[in-house]
């Protein structure tokens, strides 16, 4: 059969994506991406060591990002994300700032992170107050609140499975169970950490459920990479894709979307997130219970 009269394949925008060696979501990555854009991706080296902040900055070392980003630039993307939320809030919003810093420098285009696109997104969508979701240990996600609060976003709750390995294959009714138990305070919005964590289907979900935007690692990547690059993510009524969504299920009294003049990170705010529990690691004792919530207490005062 002669198919020269289809004249070739359409031109594709390019989306550069370095991940860790154990990411294992392609796929979801995929989902959100048009037609006319291509995802390139390659994974960091693998190293030994379970999931935790060693982990995080060992797949987040300079070195390794510059070989990563030359390694994509063979197929001359338009714009980098590390798709790493751990490996990019594990040095706080300069770690954050210096990492998107050394791949433009290697790849001579533009960079983002999964936690920078994070602070961008819910900027985007104007929270202030979230809880939280992941799948890591306490400390990974004491991080995490760590590099929020620094950027002006409060903690009001949050849910977390202890984890080390296999994170990929966590099911969406624990994703589900983790959520309804981490909206415990008035939060405006929920965000789900992690890029191994799988979250695509149960997006829409969650906002008609709770009543509020939620976004997910994978989802915000994504998205500021393909605005990065002038292209709107595509997905199944989600709020942060959507603006019918998000003033429909996923609206909440006292949210207010802020203007879109690009992205910009918040204010830092006056107020800190919840205490920390004084439980003990995932690990150190009987194996931990299917999620782990938190109590933030009384709240403080903005």
Same mark, same amino acid.
């Given at each position: 059969?002669?198919?020269?009269?289809?004249?070739?394949?359409?031109?594709?925008?390019?989306? #550069?994506?370095?991940?860790?060696?154990?990411?294992?979501?392609?796929?979801?990555?995929?989902?959100?991406?048009?037609?006319?854009?291509?995802?390139? =991706?390659?994974?960091? /080296?693998?190293?030994?060591?379970?999931?935790?902040?060693?982990?995080?900055?060992?797949?987040?070392?300079?070195?390794? =990002?510059?070989?990563?980003?030359?390694? =994509?630039?063979?197929?001359?993307?338009?714009?980098?994300?590390?798709?790493?939320?751990? #490996?990019?809030?594990?040095?706080?919003? %300069?770690?954050?700032?210096? *990492?998107?810093?050394?791949?433009?420098?290697?790849?001579?285009?533009?960079?983002?992170?999964?936690?920078?696109?994070?602070?961008?997104?819910?900027?985007?969508?104007?929270?202030?107050?979230?809880?939280?979701?992941?799948?890591?240990?306490?400390?990974?996600?004491?991080?995490?609140?760590?590099?929020?609060?620094? %950027?002006?976003?409060?903690?009001?709750?949050?849910?977390?499975?202890?984890?080390?390995?296999?994170?990929?294959?966590? /099911?969406?009714?624990?994703?589900?169970?983790?959520?309804? @138990? @981490?909206?415990? $305070? @008035?939060?405006?919005?929920?965000?789900?950490?992690?890029?191994?964590?799988?979250?695509?289907?149960?997006?829409?979900?969650?906002?008609?459920?709770?009543? *509020?935007?939620?976004?997910?690692?994978?989802?915000?990547?994504?998205?500021?990479?393909?605005?990065?690059? $002038?292209?709107?993510?595509?997905?199944?009524?989600? %709020?942060?894709?959507?603006?019918?969504?998000?003033? $429909? /299920?996923?609206? *909440?009294?006292?949210?207010?979307?802020?203007?879109?003049?690009?992205?910009?990170?918040?204010?830092?705010?006056?107020?800190?997130?919840?205490?920390?529990?004084?439980?003990? &690691?995932?690990?150190? #004792?009987?194996?931990?219970?299917?999620?782990?919530? &938190?109590?933030? #207490?009384?709240?403080?005062?903005?």
């Amino acid at each position: 059969m002669d198919v020269s009269f289809l004249g070739g394949p359409q031109p594709q925008l390019g989306v #550069g994506v370095v991940a860790p060696f154990d990411f294992a979501l392609d796929r979801e990555l995929w989902r959100w991406v048009p037609d006319d854009v291509s995802l390139h =991706l390659t994974r960091t /080296p693998f190293v030994p060591v379970e999931v935790s902040l060693d982990l995080a900055r060992l797949v987040s070392e300079h070195e390794t =990002l510059d070989a990563a980003v030359q390694a =994509l630039c063979a197929v001359s993307p338009q714009v980098i994300a590390y798709a790493c939320t751990s #490996g990019s809030f594990v040095g706080g919003t %300069a770690g954050e700032r210096a *990492m998107c810093a050394a791949m433009t420098q290697a790849g001579d285009v533009p960079a983002l992170t999964t936690s920078g696109a994070a602070i961008q997104a819910l900027h985007e969508i104007g929270a202030r107050r979230i809880a939280v979701v992941t799948p890591y240990t306490k400390s990974v996600t004491d991080s995490l609140e760590d590099y929020l609060r620094e %950027a002006g976003v409060t903690v009001t709750g949050r849910a977390y499975l202890g984890l080390t390995r296999h994170i990929w294959k966590v /099911p969406y009714r624990d994703v589900v169970d983790m959520a309804r @138990a @981490a909206v415990v $305070g @008035a939060a405006d919005a929920l965000f789900i950490s992690c890029t191994n964590l799988p979250t695509y289907d149960v997006i829409p979900q969650l906002e008609a459920e709770l009543r *509020m935007p939620v976004l997910s690692a994978n989802q915000v990547t994504i998205w500021a990479a393909l605005r990065a690059i $002038g292209v709107r993510a595509v997905g199944p009524y989600q %709020a942060l894709l959507d603006p019918v969504a998000r003033s $429909g /299920p996923a609206a *909440m009294s006292g949210l207010q979307p802020a203007p879109h003049t690009g992205p910009a990170p918040l204010p830092e705010a006056a107020f800190a997130g919840p205490a920390a529990p004084p439980d003990a &690691e995932p690990g150190d #004792g009987p194996e931990p219970p299917p999620f782990l919530p &938190e109590d933030p #207490g009384p709240q403080p005062p903005l």
